[in-house]
C-alpha cells in the first residue's frame, strides 16, 4: 500500500504543471486570484507599462484578473495544449505557489474537472481552429 505523499509526488514537485492544460487558470464561482502590488509592478517590467496601464489593461475591481468569457485568464493562450500562460516569467504569486504543496485538487476532484474540462476544450478547439 502506498501512503498519499507517494501518491501525488507529481502534484507536489510540480511537474505535471508543466504538461496541464490551464486547469487553474478558471475562475470557478466563489474564487479570487488576487494581485498585489508586486505582482502587479511584476507585470508592469515584463510588457514595459506602468503599474497604472497593467490595471486597467488586466484587473478589474481593485486586485483581481479580468477573465474572458469563458472564465479563463485573459493572458492564457489558446493556441495550445500546455505551457499556456503568455507571462509565465511575471505570473502573480499566487498562480507561482499553487497548489500550495498540496495535491492539484483538480485531479483529485473529478467535480472540478467536470466544470472545468469542458470550458478547457472549447477554448482549445476555438484557438487552434481560428489558427488555420
Sequence with gaps: M???SEEYILARNKSFCSFCPGYCCYRLPGA???LDAADINRMARYFGISDGEVRARYLENKNTFKT???????LLADDRFCKR?????ARPRQCR????DNPCPYLENPG???IIQ????RSLYTGLTNRR
Design 2 to 4: 502506498t501512503n498519499q
Design 32 to 34: 479570487t486570484l488576487y
Design 68 to 74: 474572458k468569457e469563458d472564465g479563463s485568464c485573459l
Design 85 to 89: 500562460c503568455t507571462i509565465h516569467e
Design 97 to 100: 505557489d499553487f497548489p500550495y
Design 112 to 114: 472540478l474537472l467536470d
Design 118 to 121: 469542458p470550458r478547457i476544450e
